[in-house]
């Protein structure tokens, strides 16, 4: 029995390192997790009961693939909201934007296609586009989003099939792309005829400055598929994402949803419209944002005090992540597995996944929203102590074999 | 933009007419529809206020990609009482048991690769299937399950990575495969060291006779991948399903699993595992046995008494279809499609999308679940009356071009 040559990739994604990460006694700055105490358990129940009680026959029943109708209509009406005109029928459902990010990519690679993602990147979407064997572009971030010159060139002479950006508070850097380079890449994206892949699960997350268009937004020849979820506005249990995408490729995604799981769950997506009619689910962003913005200030605060100078960190304007930067060649992976998971059980994301071929060390990914207050401070005077330390006696980090 | 070469085959599964025909004027034996007068509602709900009230901070959270312990374990000692050794640490929970195909698919098939399904097979599996560009040998369905000489030649000419197989009352036949060829399965499975896909989702839905040991459990060399799901036997908008596989092969579709959407959603995962703390399963599946063996015989009876000397069909001991045959060349598409539809407003699922790679025209899946008894009787007395016209006026049936 011989696997499939994608599991030459797809077998150590780094996905589940990253849960692993993330034991009792672990302080864990690694995760992607929202602050649990900000799940609107009881208002979600309520709704749930509501859609068990309502008498619709066929809530249990199958539904459709592309996904309740009347919650479609809910997000189109809040994505309009934010100036992108969007119908229900533009949308489909998604088991998580991660599902989105897995059906874009079947819809459009073929073994060798190229592909173009910012460096670093999303770790989930790395473990997806694996399964379908494309070739890679890195193009590196910069500090107001992907480098549009080292994009251009890459479009310039290599064949590819699609863009994947994270442009509003970026898996992992928390970068923010500027609107000359949403506009770029657009412009771009026509001129060499390429699809842009617009994840975009913490748009809504922002706590510092003014939201920008959405790429989506400025799309005018229907090349855009857009992504979105409630996993972080309201909870990653649920499972529910969407997808908004110009009516011939909807129709191709719908197609491969219905092959790969049916569909997503009528009870969930009813339980959802019920809370977004019994709710005010902007009331309770809002709280989330309040939440998150104290958290990263506090984060920010505690890597200015106890970080070597040596380090470079970032201040995002939202999301769930702040990027850090050691000296090159510093190796943040065996920095974590060798001195600071083992004697001081503090974890984060160490770059060297996140880069679909250049395995870069000397960065980490760390997260704000799930570590408590406490957390925060004790967790990075605990990193800022042990990176002083490693880097002043730079034998201590051994190089991995 | 150009789509993935999988796009040829995945832009028209079928499902979606599927789905399409079974408007509210409609009599359908087309779905795969369990009867919603069934579901357990009030307990579902009940189930689902005491996860939320359960006080587990962790319900809303990201959980883990194989699938929340304690309902894993309650699957394994079920699968352990019918015969089949399976511990927790076997199982990974899937979106549905279609899920399931998908990703054994993924682990599995490089474009090109051999792959065999029974003909007819199931419809969503070809779905599944065609987005990995499979080479499929079809090997015909008989009486007591697939053919297990044709299946063998197979074998021993061309190179197969796996066996697609639906054991217990198949989709579309109803059709139970003998214990003298599930032992020859494994067989030729090991002899030829293919995989078998064993796709179960009716097992428990067992209506006259004794059940079989599955083919799982007559296999040593860990060769079967195993699927269930709660879809049939509980309610098919909870997208839960399970899959039970060797270690080796479960860690890697743990991995894809991750990369296609993450995990399951902890919340129904929890929800079921309430339901099933409180409630007992097994006299739920009698009562649904019970009246699926009232609305089976029904449908047999209607059968008897009204279809056209001409038409064959069986009596299946369990699951959700009867497969009925018309004389070669009768295309059950084309009158579905002018007559039975338009004039009768009756439908079904024709055979012709039915076959991977033959398309044979004259057969027929009818659902008997779905439909209520009065249907049964009207609908069938309907279509017997309609199929006796159209043999005796053979250019009613235009050819399709």
Known sequence: MKFAKRTQKTGKSGLEDLFAASGPNVISFAGGYPDRSLFPTQQLNRAFKHSFTSGDTELLQYASTQGYLPLREKIAARLRATGMPTRATDIMMTQGAQQGIDLVARLMLDPGDGLVVEAPTYLGALAA????????????????GIDINALQRVLMSRSVKFIYTVPDFQNPTGIVMSLAKRKAMIRLANQYDVMILEDNPYRDLRYDGKPLPTIKSLDTEGRVIYLGSFSKILSPSLRMGWLVAAPKLLKELIALKGGSDLESSNLTMHGINDYMEENDLDAHIKQIQDRYREKKDAMVAAMTRYMPAEAHFNNPDGGFFLWLTMPAGFDMGAFMKQHLLPENN???????????TSAQVNGARLNFTGPTLDQIDTGIKALGDALKLALH???LVAEQA
Chains 1, 2 share one sequence.
Not at 129 to 144: I, L, S
Not at 349 to 356: C, G, R
């Open 129 to 144: 586009f694996n399964a379908y064997q494309p070739t890679y572009y890195e193009v590196p971030m910069q500090d107001d």
């Open 346 to 356: 503090i974890s984060y994301v160490p770059s060297a996944n996140l880069y679909a």
């Open 393 to 395: 006696q730079p034998t």
